[in-house]
């Protein structure tokens, strides 16, 4: 029986301040030892079920539950921040991003809107980005989940703004024409999804072919958009890439700027992974024209390593931005002073009215290194991947099946002879067993309908000797399968 009335602090801080202490030491030690770990492990039976329980009604205490987390979670991760890590495009986080928020919870705060320090940290952090990418003063931000989210946001701005009727007052059935936004066949995924939660659909979104590069080929882009003109259908947006998610090649972004310019287009740059590049010296070149963007979708997890989940989206004029979002309800009413004070509102510049303060830790992070410190990161990563484009070169069991223009590497083991089908398998089986082995971790694409294994380097703990390894592995591995095919006669 409570004699008191109850309260979720602890009874004895101190005894509390033990635990945590203890909490982040471990978690600490898993950082500082990942390279001695194997870089993913899949989480035993035994562990699963362990986990599965009746919804607890009565209190485990944060000792119990924390040695569960140590026991049962910790050592089944993600394996991202492993320098053998290469699948799909996963930053490798840092100890300063988790210290950042661990201080961010602590504060709980709540970043929808108001005046408190939240609220202007993560206004710092969208001047930054604006400075970093060219954006002029009049430009918005808000950080969201990812670039999914951003994309999102994005693409509803420009909808709104170039729609014919108001979308927000009477939605898309009173449109009288079809929208359509344009992109190259190598976009991501999150700009087709984007579009159906948009109302446009899939059939809204024209996919131009790009080049032997995996650049957009802006001609066909412009022959695209006249069609659609000539057939009463009505063109509102381009997407962009910077750093398609199969190679990281990147959209010839300035053309596009000035086809948009033309065609009174808004142009949409997903620079999910590929726009921080230009924080790596040499390399802002081959993104001119980002600069120019109506909006810009990056994310902060990915190649500047904040921990999950962080992305921003910008809006070359906020007032079209907010004039999206924005939304008057009494008890939101903004005040000129006191708490309610501090206008605009960030929920008035997105769907998500509870936002946290994923702020602080992109904050950190950039302040802890420097963005100089950031962009040598990047660029180390770049030069590991035209090292294994070479080492694939000089491998004559291996290929290389794609440029090699940002940090991502496609290749294929390539046995005597064998038939596509085969080969596929191969390779397939190879990323397999070295995940499963806890070698390495590439993940797989298809580049020109072949199979391959794709190796995203994005981690600022991966070194030379780690593409050996992964190379050994990957000759080893094929040979095995190769013979093991044969034997039964399938190769
Ligand atoms: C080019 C590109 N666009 C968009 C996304 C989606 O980003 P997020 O997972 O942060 O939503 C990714 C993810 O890898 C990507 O590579």
């Known amino acids: 029986m409570h ?26 030690k898993a950082v500082e030892g990942v390279r001695e770990m194997p870089v993913w492990q899949p989480m035993p039976d035994a562990v699963r079920s362990a986990l ?50 661990f201080l961010a919870a602590s ?33 918005s931000g808000l950080l969201v989940s990812g670039t999914s989210m951003a994309t999102l946001i994005g693409l509803t701005v420009a909808r709104n703004v170039l729609a014919e009727g108001d979308v927000r007052d009477l939605g898309l059935l009173a449109e009288p024409r079809q929208l359509v936004c344009y992109a190259s066949q190598q976009v991501h995924g999150s700009v087709a999804k984007a579009l159906e939660l948009l109302g446009i659909g899939r059939r809204g979104l024209r996919l131009v072919p790009v080049d032997a590069e995996h650049r957009l080929i802006v001609e066909e882009l412009h022959n695209a958009i006249r069609l659609d003109r000539a057939e009463e259908r009505r063109p509102f947006a381009v997407v962009g890439t910077a750093g398609t998610v199969n190679i990281g090649a990147s959209d010839p972004l300035a053309e596009l700027a000035s086809l948009c310019r ?50 921003c989206i910008l809006v070359r004029r906020g007032g079209q931005h907010r004039a999206s979002f924005a939304r ?57 991947a035209v090292r294994l484009a070479g080492l694939v070169g000089k491998e004559p069991c291996l290929e290389l099946l794609a440029p090699v223009p ?7 083991y390539r046995g005597e002879g064998l038939p596509e089908a085969v080969l596929d398998r191969i390779n397939s089986d190879i990323v397999a067993d070295l995940q499963e082995q806890g070698i390495a971790a590439p993940s797989t694409t298809r580049i020109g309908g072949r199979l391959a294994i794709r190796a995203c380097i994005c981690n600022h703990r991966t070194r030379a000797r780690d593409l050996e390894i992964l190379l050994e592995a990957v000759r080893t591995l094929g040979r095995q399968r190769e013979a093991e095919l044969s034997a039964v006669g399938q190769a």
């Open 3 to 28: 004699t008191e009335l109850p309260s979720l602090d602890p009874d004895d801080w101190a005894a509390f301040r033990t635990l945590c202490h203890d909490l982040v030491d471990e978690a600490l």
């Open 52 to 101: 599965r329980e009746p919804a607890p009604r009565s209190a485990q205490g944060a000792e119990r539950v924390g040695a569960e987390f140590l026991k049962r979670i910790l050592p089944y991760a993600n394996g991202n921040l492993h320098p053998r890590f290469f699948g799909w495009v996963h930053g490798a986080g840092t100890p300063v991003g988790a210290l950042a928020e």
């Open 107 to 139: 504060m709980n705060a709540n970043v929808g809107g108001r005046d408190h320090g939240a609220v202007h940290v993560e206004r710092q952090v969208i001047e930054w980005c604006k400075e970093i990418f060219g954006f002029p003063a009049e430009a």
């Open 262 to 311: 033309a065609e009174s287009l808004w142009l949409h740059v997903d620079g999910a992974f590929g726009a921080l590049s230009l924080l790596a010296p040499g390399r802002r070149g081959s993104l001119k024209g980002i600069e120019q963007a109506d909006s810009l979708a990056f994310d902060f997890h990915k190649w500047l390593h904040v921990p999950y989940d962080a992305g």
């Open 328 to 384: 008057e309800q009494d008890y939101l009413a903004a005040a000129d002073r006191g708490l309610a004070g501090g206008a605009p509102w960030f929920c008035d510049f997105g769907p998500e009215l509870s936002r946290g303060f994923r702020a602080l830790k992109v904050w950190f992070t950039i302040k802890t290194h420097g963005l100089d410190q950031l962009g040598q990161a990047i660029a180390a990563n770049c030069d590991l």
């Open 406 to 412: 940002l940090n991502i590497v496609c290749f294929r």
